[in-house]
């Protein structure tokens, strides 16, 4: 959860290659998440993939046009198998 004007220090989530981030916007606003140098504005029920070992940061909406950003994070590995 994000209120209006928040936003977090550029991160990684998990150094290991094979592990993977996953953003599921609970609802729309205009803040979202910037992937690299790439900002991707929060849609409802839109999901965002990325490798963990990205640099990333979210970002809250503005207070002018949303009260807050709602969104379910989760990171997950993949087998080589």
């Given at each position: 959860m994000y209120l209006p004007g928040q936003e977090t220090n550029k991160h990684v989530d998990n150094d290991f290659d094979n592990s993977?981030?996953?953003?599921?916007?609970?609802?729309?606003?205009?803040?979202?998440?910037?992937?690299?140098d790439q900002f991707y504005k929060d849609e409802e029920s839109e999901l965002k993939l990325f490798k963990s070992n990205t640099l990333h940061k979210g970002?809250?909406?503005?207070?002018?046009?949303?009260?807050?950003?709602?969104?379910?994070n989760f990171i997950f590995l993949k087998d080589d198998e």
């Open positions: 993977y981030s996953a953003i599921y916007n609970l609802n729309t606003t205009d803040g979202g998440i910037l992937i690299g970002v809250g909406p503005n207070p002018k046009t949303s009260t807050v950003r709602f969104n379910l």
